[in-house]
């Protein structure tokens, strides 16, 4: 019986000639990625009195969410990481002004195809779109790596998604992950590896891969695949001068479940409050007002995403009634941006673009005020996720948020881009 490719790299990764699900292994990660919460298992590993790491060039500390800080607790918290980077003399560190941890990860050539990676982050499942298994992993487990260079993790079964067909104008990863999510439920995948397959998925650039592994942990997702091709190889080029290993699920390989999406019957939709999975199509709640647009997270605001909104908004003005906040995910998108013009295009539209990173996906940044509604391209609407409790969130792609930021209301992207 072959493996998976969840199967394959656990084994690899923990010195067995095969796993299988529900297997416990110890296994060894390529990386161990924190971003702003190092501050927290700093503190673990100074209560344990540990004063040497188990490899420290697997080590990749990023400050990300609340930058600059906003208050004087997140700058004493940046502070002790910085210090503490510096104590330690890490090699990877990355300080408030290169963005978002998982993008600046992939850019600086820390993902790679074959790698395990955990991180204190849920959306860590981001790097499977380079065929690497990503997980999200808690403080307390990150100072543990840290230490002894291993944990142990359950192999997960895998469930198999064919994308068939051709995305229609208008529709984008966005929607096709949040169609999926909405058609399996937030809990379909809990726990699960996911492998995306199929002519359509071997036609998705790196960046929409991106969209569809990051979203993968809004239905559970233990880690969510690609398995490496062509594309993997073009983005890497530049990045790192390591040999790839462009590991595949084997032929015979088994799957828990299968499912087929069909990309030709997609439409443009949006996930309403308060549940990432409680989705409907744009054309049902066409005409809603909102009072912030948000483009923004590691699922939606690289370079490709940039320029969606621009092609949309140029020659337009957003509408009075809206604030539109646009936050680019890294240092290396902002600048690709504002060398093809497209920042100034954006500032002509009136979009407010504040620094690379998390902002208002993590309350960052545009905090909602009272009866507010944001409509947003960033990963959750749960209730309270900008900030305040009474205010609601929807989600959608970059495209719907950028016709929407215009009209005033939600609105079918279809309008500008058909």
Known sequence: MGM?????????????????????????????????????????????????????????????????????????????????????????????????????????????????????????????????????????????????????????????????GEMPKGVYAKDLILDFIGRVTANGCTYKAVEFHGDLALRLTMFERMTLSCMSMEMGAKAAFFPPDEVTVNYLKGRTDKELDLVQPDADAEYAKEFMVEADKLEPVVAVPHHVDNIKKVSEVAGQPFHQAFVGSCANANFDDLKIVADIVKGHKVDPGVRFILAPSSQEAFLEAAKTGLIQTLIDANVLITNPGCAACADDTGTLADGEICLSASTRNFLGRMGNRKSEIYLSSPATVAASAIRGVITDPREFVG
């Open 4 to 164: 998976t490719l969840a199967e394959k790299i656990l084994a690899r990764k923990s010195g067995e000639s095969m796993v299988v699900p529900g297997q416990i292994v110890d296994a060894y990660p390529d990386k161990v990625m924190s971003h702003y919460a190092t501050y927290r298992a700093v503190n673990v590993m100074k209560k344990l009195g540990v004063e040497k790491f188990y490899d420290p060039d697997r080590i990749v500390i990023i400050i990300d969410h609340r930058v600059p800080a906003r208050t004087a607790d997140n700058a004493n918290q940046e502070k002790i990481s910085r210090d503490f980077a510096r104590e330690m003399k890490l090699r990877n560190f990355y300080d408030v002004h290169k963005g978002i941890a998982h993008l600046v990860m992939m850019e600086k050539g820390h993902v790679l195809p074959g790698y395990l990676i955990v991180g204190t982050d849920s959306h860590s499942t981001i790097y499977g779109c380079m065929g690497a298994l990503g997980s999200g992993i808690g403080y307390t487990e990150c100072a543990s790596v840290w230490i002894t260079g291993k944990l142990w993790m359950k192999v997960p079964e895998t469930y198999k998604v064919v994308l068939k």
